[in-house]
């Protein structure tokens, strides 16, 4: 069974860089017709996907955030990570790391989330 | 303001059925049939109920359908049990710019 693991810090401060990681377990991130992306829930607030990456290193970005966006994949360690720079209150959410399929575009595997909160 | 439109809230009694729309544009909805459907319950992640408009995953219910007609989508929720009282959010692929847009969600609650 596919397993997603988000970690990171819990607190960030404002202007500085949100970085999170997710593992993958029970699967290989190298599979063909998945790319791997974050998605984010503010408190209250609905889903937006922030980036997905694929394991040859290609990457989708949301318009709104792709200035500060990074999204990198680690094959070896089966893990693929993300940043989020210059940071304001407005980014505190849950952020979820999810599997989606390729030309089909849902989310079928996601982690449990993690809260990231951006205060001083 | 999400991309596609959904009622902020929704409610029926067990046993009944329940419909969730969604609205989108020409240029989501309208255009694919990439529409998905997600269930999420307080404090988890979100669930894959439909993808493709109206195909369901291993292991989801067939009290859960899903539909499309021009630029809405549609799930519906046949049978109500107290366990399906979650936030319901759609989503659509929107083109190789924009990628996929959701919903803001509705709230079912079961009376």
């Known amino acids: 069974q596919l397993q997603l693991q988000e970690s990171g810090p819990g607190l960030v401060k404002p202007s500085e860089t949100l970085s999170l990681t997710c593992t993958v377990s029970?699967?290989?991130?190298?599979?063909?017709?998945?790319?791997w992306g974050w998605i984010r829930q503010p408190p209250g607030k609905g889903l937006e996907l922030i980036g997905s990456?694929?394991?040859?290193?290609?990457?989708y970005y949301s318009p709104s955030l792709k200035s500060r966006v990074t999204i990198s994949v680690d094959t070896s360690k089966n893990q693929f990570s993300l940043k989020l720079t210059s940071v304001t209150a407005a980014d505190t959410a849950v952020y979820y790391c999810?599997?989606?399929?390729?030309?089909?575009?849902?989310?079928?595997?996601w982690g449990q989330g993690t809260l990231v909160t951006v205060s001083s | 303001q999400s991309a596609l439109t959904q009622p902020a809230s929704v409610s029926g009694s067990p046993g009944q059925s329940i419909t969730i729309s969604c609205t989108g544009t020409?240029?989501?909805?309208?255009?694919?049939?990439?529409v998905s459907w997600y269930q999420q319950h307080p404090g988890k992640a979100p669930k894959l109920l439909i993808y493709?408009?109206?195909k369901r995953p291993s292991g989801v219910s067939n009290r859960f359908s899903g539909s499309k007609s021009g630029k809405m989508a549609s799930l519906t929720i046949s049978g109500l049990q107290a366990e399906d009282e979650a936030d319901y959010y759609c989503?659509?692929?929107?083109?190789?710019?924009?990628?996929?847009?959701f919903g803001g969600g509705t709230k079912l609650t079961v009376l």
């Open positions: 989503c659509s692929y929107a083109g190789s710019s924009t990628f996929v847009v």
């Open positions: 990456i694929y394991y040859s290193g290609s990457t």
């Open positions: 020409s240029s989501d909805v309208g255009s694919y049939n990439l």
């Open positions: 999810a599997r989606h399929v390729d030309y089909a575009y849902y989310f079928d595997y």
């Open positions: 493709e408009v109206s």
């Open positions: 029970g699967g290989s991130i190298r599979s063909r017709n998945y790319y």
